[in-house]
């Protein structure tokens, strides 16, 4: 689906794209995508990137159940895996 709208004009006119699908240990899917826009959609400025990129760890008092801590590795993998399957 994220391919799709990215295809489809999500950022700009799509000039060109490469990607991969990869598989965690614990067997979640993620991509790697590297995407060229045409020269009038392209990415020039901080604001714009702001406006489409963020990260934030979720905070473990208001969304307890997204926090993870430093030290939790695999076995949450192996938590998040089976309540997938389920």
């Not at 604001?47 to 473990?60: F, H, T």
């Amino acid at each position: 689906m994220l391919i799709k709208k990215i295809c489809d004009g999500y950022f700009g006119r799509l000039a060109g794209k490469v990607y991969t699908i990869e598989y965690q240990k614990c067997g979640l899917p993620h991509i790697h995508m590297l995407i060229f826009l045409e020269e009038g959609d392209k990415i020039c400025f901080v604001e714009q990137i702001n406006a489409i990129i963020s990260a934030q760890l979720p905070d473990p008092q208001i969304h307890p159940q997204l926090h993870i801590s430093k030290t939790q590795k695999s076995p949450q993998c192996a938590i998040v895996r089976q309540s997938i399957v389920k």
